[in-house]
């Protein structure tokens, strides 16, 4: 929970015309913990690319969820996985709820960390265990955000995910990060090994989420590029081989951002 935070935090710093998470700085500041070996990679070119790539996953999620709440302002904001992500809150337009899911233990900590606002609450349950959507309103509209989390997955078990939800829920949209096979086996062993994450495996990957993802007539699938889709991260901060990278993450690695709409 810790790395993806402080990565958010320290893209904020680093690119603050770029992106911006309050929260996130806030909630390092506040933490009683020794950043100090994070610190000292903060200039790393990997680790710097690393808090880049998390920083746009987020600002393309928060787009999708924005444009979602122009159409139906009263929705229901779900984040799956949640950790201590507080992008409910960042998309927040004073009338939506949030819901944040993630396992017991997770939200036992973050319960103590962070404070809800009063249209948000807190779901502790595993995923794969469905019974968390009953704690989920989507009468006047849905949308679920998933930052980071199905790569750990199989792909039988997104697909069963994305199929009960598209049950329970028409009229609402899923939105989540994907990467390609070759991208899904450079995160593992070269990305996650830089972050001092070790002991996970990474299961689920689309080379061609329009054409694998496609799993039913109820749903309606857009991609784009994860790191310049949505924005061209034109920063005078922002070195040209970051920008290279980027470019080779969407085209050769497959890294995307895929929204399924349920019909």
């Known amino acids: 929970m810790l790395v993806p935070l402080y990565g958010r935090k320290m893209c904020s710093e ?7 998470d309050i929260f996130a700085k806030n909630l390092c500041n506040s933490l009683d913990y020794d950043f100090s070996e994070l610190d000292r990679k903060n200039n790393s070119f990997l680790y710097e690319f690393g808090s880049l790539e998390a920083a746009m996953r987020q600002l393309d999620i928060m787009w999708e969820v924005k444009e979602y709440l122009k159409t139906y302002p009263k929705a229901t ?5 949640c950790g201590l992500d507080e992008t409910g809150k960042a998309c927040d337009n004073g009338s939506c709820k949030i819901v944040n899911v993630d396992f017991p233990d ?35 509209g849905v949308v679920f955000f998933a930052a980071g989390v199905f790569h750990y997955f199989k ?8 199929l009960e939800l598209s049950k329970r829920y028409v009229g609402g949209c899923l939105i989540f990060d994907s990467v390609g096979k070759l991208g899904l086996k450079l995160m593992m062993s070269k990305t996650l090994k830089n972050m001092g994450i070790s002991d996970v495996e990474g299961l689920f990957y689309t080379n061609n989420p329009m054409q694998e993802l496609n799993w039913s007539d109820k749903i309606k699938i857009t991609s784009k590029g994860y790191m310049l889709g949505y924005y061209d991260m034109k920063s005078p901060k922002i070195r040209f081989s ?8 969407d085209d050769m690695m497959k890294m995307a951002i895929n929204k399924i709409e349920f019909v």
């Open 77 to 81: 904001v779900v984040n799956l996985g």
């Open 242 to 249: 970051h920008r290279l990278l980027a470019k080779i993450g």
């Open 155 to 162: 792909r039988n078990e997104v697909k069963d995910l994305v």
């Open 106 to 140: 997770v939200i036992e900590v973050r319960n103590q960390l962070i404070s809800n606002y009063e249209r948000e609450k807190n779901v502790a349950c595993d995923l794969k265990d469905y019974s968390w959507m009953n704690e989920v309103d989507g009468s006047n």
């Open 14 to 20: 680093k690119f603050p015309e770029l992106y911006t």
